[in-house]
């Protein structure tokens, strides 16, 4: 059986104080076991915070991952912005090696007004030489396009799944409540199944033993994704997303992104537990 590891997007909101090593010490008090590193404005982490960061999960047993900055667009028409999304995925993903992380997801770009067909290979191509760099500083950290929540964001699962079959150390990030916002809401059972079934057709059942996820409430409208909300607050089927999981055996990182973090990671847990046991 797989093991899949429940735990925060960020420090949890009940930590003594606003560090990471609090932050990771708290989940292990809470009986999580992962949190994903939130570089999303910008990576301020150092290489010496890393290395203490890199000791403390391992010694409280917490598996780390990492986001990159939301400001990244490898689609983008001014190749100095291109640059720029470029070093911010590598910079995360050389701090988050350097802390343990396993996995660091972005957003990988925008359509703006072309073709998704077009936009594809730009994007492919982008990150085939993020990969290669990462290859060649020696680090094996997962590079982890993430599924979107706007149909004006490259990232459709087709998308994340074809880049992850054509490039070497890319893998998926499904993120559940944005395909839940993309498709307009009333996600079942049978609609996560089939997102799982889909991963393991095309890429094997070794990529769900390993699957980097995200889910929270959402508020959606026409264009998909507006903001995270708490599962009381959402229409978003969280029980749906643990019995598809349980069902699949699916292990990994499932991070939860609720505004109140680890209150809704905790009903994640025994939501697992439960249907593990039953």
């Not at 490259?154 to 893998?171: A, P």
């Not at 890429?203 to 996820?213: F, I, K, Q, V």
Request: charged letters at 25%; hydrophobic letters at 40%; aromatic letters at 8%.
């Amino acid at each position: 059986m797989n093991t899949l590891r429940i735990g925060t997007a960020g420090i949890p909101k009940s930590a003594t104080k606003r560090s990471t090593q609090e932050g990771i010490k708290r989940l292990a008090a809470l009986d999580l076991d992962c949190m994903e590193l939130e570089f999303v404005r910008s990576v301020q982490m150092g290489e010496k915070t890393a290395d203490a960061v890199k000791a403390t999960a391992a010694d409280k047993g917490i598996a780390l991952t990492v986001h990159a900055p939301y400001y990244v667009n490898l689609n983008s028409r001014e190749s100095d912005k291109v640059k720029a999304s470029e070093e911010r995925i590598l910079k995360a993903a050389r701090i988050g090696a350097a802390a343990g992380a396993v996995s660091v997801t972005f957003h990988a770009g925008f359509y703006h007004d072309d073709d998704p067909g077009v936009v594809y290979p730009v994007i492919m191509k982008r990150l085939k030489s993020l990969r290669t760099t990462l290859d060649d500083e020696g680090l094996s950290i997962h590079l982890r396009p993430e599924t979107t929540g706007s149909v004006s964001q490259f990232g459709t699962l087709v998308e994340i799944v074809g880049l992850s079959q054509e490039i070497s150390g890319v893998y998926p990030c499904v993120d559940f409540s944005h395909l839940h916002a993309r498709w307009g809401g009333g996600s079942t059972y049978e609609d996560f199944c089939e997102v799982l079934s889909f991963i393991q057709t095309e890429l094997g059942p070794e990529a769900l033993a390993t699957l980097h996820m995200h889910v929270s409430g959402i508020e959606y409208g026409d264009r998909g994704e507006k903001k995270h909300l708490p599962f009381e607050e959402s229409d978003m089927d969280y029980w749906a997303v643990i019995r598809a999981l349980v069902d699949f055996d699916v292990g990994g990182w499932l991070i939860c992104e609720s505004p109140i973090l680890e209150d809704d990671a905790i009903l994640l847990q025994q939501a697992y537990k439960a249907l593990k046991e039953g």
